[in-house]
């Protein structure tokens, strides 16, 4: 894919480390970027070229960031053209963030950049980029719900399991399937250890034994097992007694019954062999 042909960034640094960070960040979200390491190179280059984006340095030597913006608007005016040019700076203190706001940047990127807000401001200033998001998202869920289809019919009964948040995790039929598979086999086994835990009061185990159970649960799609797991570990570390004993049977209840309910795998297993 041409990257650089669907959208067209502009990264402005006067340092080429700070240049080579924001580039590879972009090339992760499938970007590519010219760089210009001054305001005047930066000025030439969008007299020169179309961008989609400008990514500006605050503090350069020679033509500052702000001085360099105050001329791009003037490029851009005359170029019949209204670019995002957004600010990438290191002094994070809110009364800075606005005035660079109140000048007209689109936006600020505080150094050191997380590759969480890159993604963020291509997505909101690059139509392209937003474009091919959407479809990817689109194409996506086609194929899940492809893979969805493929599953057992009886699945979609099951009352506690969201299988469609299931295939999300796990991403195939298969690797579903199997991860399922495992779950049932050892739920009742942890369910009765889990009981013991409590009967004995060894709160310090009890508590990491629903701790493993949180993220299980949650991967195969059962949310509301999850949620309770989630609860009964914050009790167990903060020595809340009362919730656990209260909640612990409506947990193993829940458990034990999504357990009966894919004791129905190995009776496909079965048919399989």
Same mark, same amino acid.
């Given at each position: 894919?041409?990257?650089?042909?669907?959208?067209?960034?502009?990264?402005v640094?006067?340092?080429?480390?700070?240049?080579?960070?924001?580039?590879?960040?972009?090339?992760?979200?499938?970007?590519?970027?010219?760089?210009?390491?001054?305001?005047?190179?930066?000025?030439?280059?969008?007299?020169?070229?179309?961008?989609?984006?400008?990514?500006?340095?605050?503090?350069?030597?020679?033509?500052?960031?702000?001085?360099?913006?105050?001329?791009?608007?003037?490029?851009?005016?005359?170029?019949?053209r209204?670019?995002?040019?957004?600010?990438?700076?290191?002094?994070?203190?809110?009364?800075?963030?606005n005035?660079?706001?109140?000048?007209?940047?689109?936006?600020?990127l505080?150094?050191?950049?997380?590759?969480?807000?890159?993604?963020?401001?291509?997505?909101?200033?690059?139509?392209?980029?937003?474009?091919?998001?959407?479809?990817?998202?689109?194409?996506?869920?086609?194929?899940?719900?492809?893979?969805?289809?493929?599953?057992?019919?009886?699945?979609?009964?099951?009352?506690?399991?969201?299988?469609s948040?299931?295939?999300?995790?796990?991403?195939?039929?298969?690797?579903?399937?199997?991860?399922?598979? #495992?779950? *049932?086999a050892?739920?009742?086994?942890? @369910?009765? +250890?889990? &009981?013991?835990?409590? $009967?004995d009061? =060894?709160?310090?185990?009890?508590?990491?034994?629903v701790?493993?159970?949180?993220?299980?649960?949650?991967? #195969?799609? *059962?949310?509301?097992?999850?949620?309770? @797991?989630? +609860?009964? &570990?914050?009790?167990? $570390?903060?020595? =809340?007694?009362?919730?656990?004993?209260?909640?612990?049977?409506?947990?193993?209840?829940?458990?034990?019954?999504?357990?009966?309910?894919?004791?129905?795998?190995?009776?496909? +297993?079965?048919?399989?062999?």
């Amino acid at each position: 894919m041409d990257t650089k042909s669907q959208s067209r960034v502009l990264i402005v640094d006067d340092m080429r480390v700070n240049r080579m960070i924001l580039s590879s960040l972009l090339v992760s979200n499938g970007v590519a970027a010219d760089l210009a390491e001054s305001g005047k190179e930066c000025l030439e280059l969008c007299r020169k070229n179309n961008y989609d984006l400008i990514l500006l340095d605050h503090r350069m030597p020679g033509i500052d960031g702000v001085d360099t913006f105050v001329q791009l608007k003037e490029i851009f005016k005359e170029q019949g053209r209204d670019v995002p040019v957004v600010c990438h700076t290191v002094d994070a203190s809110k009364d800075n963030i606005n005035l660079y706001k109140a000048a007209g940047f689109a936006d600020v990127l505080i150094k050191p950049i997380k590759p969480q807000r890159i993604s963020e401001v291509l997505l909101q200033y690059l139509p392209k980029v937003r474009a091919q998001e959407e479809q990817r998202r689109e194409d996506e869920n086609t194929r899940l719900k492809g893979e969805v289809e493929k599953l057992p019919e009886w699945l979609s009964g099951v009352p506690e399991l969201d299988i469609s948040l299931g295939m999300e995790y796990c991403e195939t039929t298969d690797d579903y399937m199997e991860v399922l598979s #495992v779950f *049932a086999a050892s739920a009742n086994d942890k @369910a009765d +250890e889990i &009981e013991q835990l409590l $009967k004995d009061e =060894d709160y310090k185990h009890f508590t990491l034994k629903v701790h493993s159970l949180k993220t299980v649960t949650k991967l #195969v799609g *059962a949310l509301n097992l999850s949620a309770l @797991a989630v +609860e009964l &570990e914050a009790a167990g $570390k903060n020595g =809340d007694i009362e919730t656990i004993k209260e909640k612990t049977p409506k947990f193993l209840e829940s458990y034990r019954a999504l357990a009966e309910h894919l004791a129905l795998l190995a009776d496909d +297993e079965e048919d399989d062999t």
